[in-house]
């Protein structure tokens, strides 16, 4: 094969540099084996150089590969619900070319070891970028600091111990201030725990009239408001993950306001789905946090239109059907969202709450600039990492066609505008729609 390639007749969109370039013969992107050569208007006005692979988009989005900062991949320790391979293949089939996994797999990532593990595995598989958080504990449940230096040396991309709240104010404490030292971000899931034990769906009328435990809104709110007043204390850098309410979309942008070094992200469930979809009992609509009222759900999607969310990440946490086909209180928490992650985030530019560059942006440059990651742009000389997309494409969600391992999808059945097309890493496409 041809180590350079022109993509030709695309419209290439790169939020890092406020870059819409409209499809055309003589413009697109060049790349040469791993690196992008050249982009722009006017870039094959002599035409496609000699020895050089053309593909034609016709009229497709080009974009960065999209960049997912928050996925269960299950491996080592869960395999039947998905494995790297799985994970990846899934993730090139969603137009993501980079993805950050969690530490909640069997051992935790609270261990140089485990983390060169998935590295290796990941070069094994040799398809998408997969990069992990660590722990912030020793085995992400107890008050013991990991070795933060020795992780973030060899990797570790944040520290986070994932679906596990860090309960302990002093520990929280201590790992924002220890943190500074390696430039280091403390991801945290936002939930007192105390408050929202034995709950299973929004605590609300329809909580009630189910005969559900609820999980207040109160219970995110109350620990976010005081990781805020720890963050205020040290000056550390802290990331909320999946905000699910509006009193944590207005606590963010306060902390916002008097400078604080805080980012969050939410999750496409959180914007696209309410408390309603739970209907009769449906377990993949049973989420971590869980899906709350209308009015949050809006209040999500403006604070993603306004800054105030910082990015969105697909919260992946496949489950499988023993985990899900359960009775409600007793079925596991999570839904897949690789393979969805774009097609959602489309709906943002679709019901006109944001411009189509500034829904990508949400899904590339900005969780990567987050944790300083090297992807999610392009850039000449830079990786070439893209997704080749049609943005206007009918789809209907069909969970039943996942790569994935697993199924347990909330918007099964779900009618959405946008189809990737391709996926490439490096200069390799590792994922092509059958056409």
Same mark, same amino acid.
């Given at each position: ?26 413009? @697109? ?22 020895? $050089?692979?053309?593909?034609? #988009? ?15 991949? #299950? ?91 860090? $309960? ?14 390696? *430039? ?13 034990? @034995?709950?299973?769906?929004?605590? @609300? ?9 609820? %999980? ?26 999946? %905000?699910?309410? !509006? ?11 008097? @400078? ?50 910082? #990015? ?39 019901? *006109? ?14 969780? !990567? ?27 209907? %969600? ?38």
């Amino acid at each position: 094969m041809a180590s350079r390639v022109a993509y030709t007749n695309a419209r290439v969109i790169d939020p890092e540099s406020d870059s819409d370039i409209p499809a055309s013969n003589i413009g @697109g992107l060049l790349t040469d084996g791993p690196l992008i050569r050249a982009m722009g208007k006017n870039i094959f006005q002599e035409g496609v150089p000699d020895g $050089t692979l053309q593909i034609d #988009c016709r009229g497709a989005v080009l974009s960065p590969g999209l960049v997912d900062i928050r996925a269960d991949l #299950c491996e080592p320790g869960a395999e039947h619900k998905e494995d790297l391979e799985s994970g990846s293949r899934a993730a090139a089939a969603g137009g993501v070319t980079s993805v950050v996994a969690i530490p909640n797999t069997q051992p935790v990532i609270d261990e140089v070891s485990v983390l060169e593990f998935i590295a290796r595995r990941a070069r094994e598989v040799k398809l998408i970028k997969v990069f992990a958080h660590a722990t912030v504990t020793k085995g992400g449940n107890s008050d013991e600091l990991v070795e933060m230096g020795l992780l973030k040396e060899a990797g570790a991309i944040s520290f986070t111990d994932g679906l596990r709240t860090i $309960t302990n104010a002093k520990v929280l404490l201590r790992a924002l201030k220890y943190a500074q030292a390696y *430039n280091g971000i403390i991801m945290q899931h936002p939930e007192e725990q105390m408050l929202s034990q @034995g709950g299973v769906m929004h605590s @609300g009328e329809l909580s009630t009239r189910l005969g559900l435990p609820g %999980i207040p809104a109160e219970s995110e709110i109350i620990m976010l408001q005081r990781d805020l007043k720890l963050v205020e204390m040290t000056g550390g850098r802290y990331h909320a993950a999946h %905000i699910s309410t !509006a009193s944590s979309v207005q606590a963010i942008a306060n902390a916002k306001s008097i @400078g604080l070094n805080v980012t969050c992200d939410t999750s496409p469930p959180y914007f696209g789905l309410n408390e309603l979809a739970v209907g009769e009992y449906r377990t993949f609509a049973k989420l971590l946090p869980p899906l709350r009222g209308e009015e949050d759900r809006k209040a999500i999607i403006e604070g993603l239109s306004n800054g105030i969310i910082d #990015c969105i990440a697909s919260d992946h946490a496949p489950q499988d059907q023993d985990s899900k086909r359960l009775p409600f209180e007793q079925a596991e928490f999570g839904a897949v969202g690789l393979e969805t992650l774009l097609q959602l985030t489309l709906e943002l530019y679709h019901n *006109n709450h944001l411009k189509l560059i500034d829904a990508l942006a949400l899904v590339t440059n900005k969780p !990567a600039n987050i944790l300083g990651l090297p992807v999610g742009k392009l850039t000449v000389g830079g990786p070439a990492d893209l997704t080749i997309f049609d943005p206007d494409s009918p789809r209907k %969600i069909e969970p039943y066609k996942f790569v994935s391992k697993s199924k347990n999808s909330p918007f099964d059945g779900r009618m959405v505008q946008g189809h990737v097309l391709n996926t490439v890493v490096d200069g390799r496409t590792i994922y092509s729609a059958v056409t």
